[in-house]
């Protein structure tokens, strides 16, 4: 196994960091009766959202996780996971569109280096000769 460049470890262990968070906020309401009686209003109001909410999250979870392994369709599902963040940026506020764009670009960037794209094909990236 070759070596894992420190860009995808950290980007990885944010995506590890922020999901993990993110579900646990997001199953506190469940914890006293406020925050049952918000959740049984967001079921009943927008039931997809509801069970959607934290399959996204979880997905950001494994994505980071499987990165860390070298798996290449992990950091597909990390580009999809930011570009549906993206989307749902649009239909909120254009601060949000561009910090969520901002950063999808960031992770395109170090994702798709000649390093990590090596990596993520399990061979050594061959350096760029000096012309």
């Known amino acids: 196994m070759h070596k894992r460049p420190r860009s995808i470890t950290v980007i990885s262990w944010i995506f590890i960091a922020v999901g993990s968070a993110s579900l646990i906020v997001g199953l506190l309401p469940l914890v ?12 009943a109001q927008h039931p997809l959202e509801y069970w959607l909410m934290p399959v996204v999250r979880i997905l950001a979870i494994i994505s ?18 930011l570009g ?16 969520h764009s901002l950063l999808l670009a960031v992770v395109l960037y170090f994702l798709f280096r000649p390093q ?16």
């Open 116 to 131: 990590a794209s090596a990596y993520f094909r399990g061979t050594r990236a061959v350096p760029a000769r000096l012309q």
């Open 32 to 43: 006293d009766t406020a925050g049952a009686q918000h959740i049984a209003r967001l079921k």
């Open 84 to 99: 549906y963040h993206v989307i749902l940026s649009a239909m909120n506020s254009l601060f949000e569109l561009l910090i």
């Open 64 to 81: 980071g996780v499987f990165m860390l392994y070298g798996f290449n369709w992990a950091r597909w599902l990390l580009v999809v996971w």
